[in-house]
């Protein structure tokens, strides 16, 4: 069965980093890109980063752009998120997630995990 699973995540004050994990397993993982979302309390799920499985483009939303780095290797099956500057915004439950055509849209994506929390305090 198709698995990921979120790892990194914790308390910090803000303006601390944060590295967060995704380990991917069940399926051929160079098929397919792979997107961190993130969903606070009484809000919605929101991408924050994608990054395709052939050429390693990537995208960022505008409120992470500058400050959070998306990775993956190939060898490992794993995806990273390296968040620097963090605030209070960015509290959240963050999750990873697979699809063959990566976008903004919860709906693109096949497989996600099950969240880590990140507690930013101010």
């Known amino acids: 069965e198709a698995q990921l699973v979120e790892s990194g995540g914790g308390l910090v004050q803000a303006g601390d980093s944060l590295r967060l994990s995704c380990a991917a397993s069940?399926?051929?993982?160079?098929?397919?890109?792979i997107a961190w979302f993130r969903q606070a309390p009484g809000k919605q799920r929101e991408q924050v980063s994608y990054?395709?499985?052939?050429?390693?483009?990537?995208h960022y939303a505008d409120f992470v752009k500058g400050r959070f780095t998306i990775s993956r290797d190939n060898y490992k099956n794993t995806v990273y998120l390296h968040m620097n500057s963090l605030n209070s915004e960015d509290t959240a439950v963050y999750y990873c997630?697979?699809?063959?055509?990566?976008?903004?849209?919860?709906?693109?994506?096949?497989?996600w995990g099950q969240g880590t929390q990140v507690t930013v305090s101010s």
């Open positions: 997630a697979a699809g063959f055509q990566s976008s903004r849209y919860l709906g693109d994506y096949r497989y």
């Open positions: 069940g399926f051929t993982f160079t098929d397919y890109g």
């Open positions: 990054i395709n499985n052939k050429d390693g483009e990537t």
